[in-house]
């Protein structure tokens, strides 16, 4: 966790000293145009995770790694896709996400915010999985749901059409078992909220 929180902490740094006069950078003009983002995510464990039969399962995100494309409509406004990986105790989940991103100034240095809504796809046990044990079956079923995360921060222009990213925000992902054992079917539903810590590049 510390060497995690000391990467932000030093992005940051960077991020401050690239904005100070006499940088060797030239901003350049981010203008309408296609763009890409790469970001790397921490997300905390501090609120607990409820089912649907209303428990707290207490399953914690770590991490969290997307890229993103689009299309800039306005020097200020763009709209993209995204995907990656984000790491829950069961394993890999997959984001398919649209998102919108914005900035509020023209300078060099200016407040960012973003908006990201879609789904995720289960990446661990191949999704699925069937046991017969002479006339009795026992099988697994994961599904992924709803993908929404939100977040403001700053947002540093550096050379040509390059910038860097600093976030924090909401983290919100739905999230489905089905265990069939001895003919009897059982199921889960989860909704994870997490506050998210996010550092990245935008081209």
Request: charged residues 15%; proline residues 5%; neutral net charge.
């Amino acid at each position: 966790m510390r060497p995690i929180i000391l990467c932000f902490l030093l992005l940051a740094g960077f991020s401050f000293a690239w904005g100070q006069p006499g940088n060797p950078f030239t901003p350049g003009e981010h203008s309408s145009g296609y763009y890409s983002t790469l970001t790397v995510g921490l997300l905390t464990t501090g609120k607990p995770a409820w089912s649907a039969w209303g428990n707290n399962v207490g399953i914690p995100y770590q991490f969290k790694l997307q890229s993103s494309h689009g299309y800039r409509l306005t020097p200020k406004l763009s709209l993209g896709i995204g995907t990656g990986l984000v790491l829950i105790e069961q394993g890999w989940i997959m984001p398919l996400v649209a998102e919108f991103r914005g900035d509020l100034l023209k300078g060099e240095i200016t407040p960012t915010f973003f908006a990201q809504a879609g789904g995720g796809i289960p990446l661990f046990m191949g999704r699925a999985f069937r046991v017969e044990w002479g006339n009795a079956q026992e099988e697994y079923q994961a599904r992924g749901g709803l993908l929404v995360d939100v977040g403001l921060g700053i947002k540093v222009r550096g050379a040509g059409r390059s910038s860097t990213l600093l976030t924090i925000g909401y983290h919100g992902l739905g999230f489905e078992e089905e265990f069939t054992s001895w003919g009897t079917r059982f199921e889960t539903s989860y909704f994870f909220q997490r506050l998210q810590l996010q550092a990245g590049w935008m081209f």
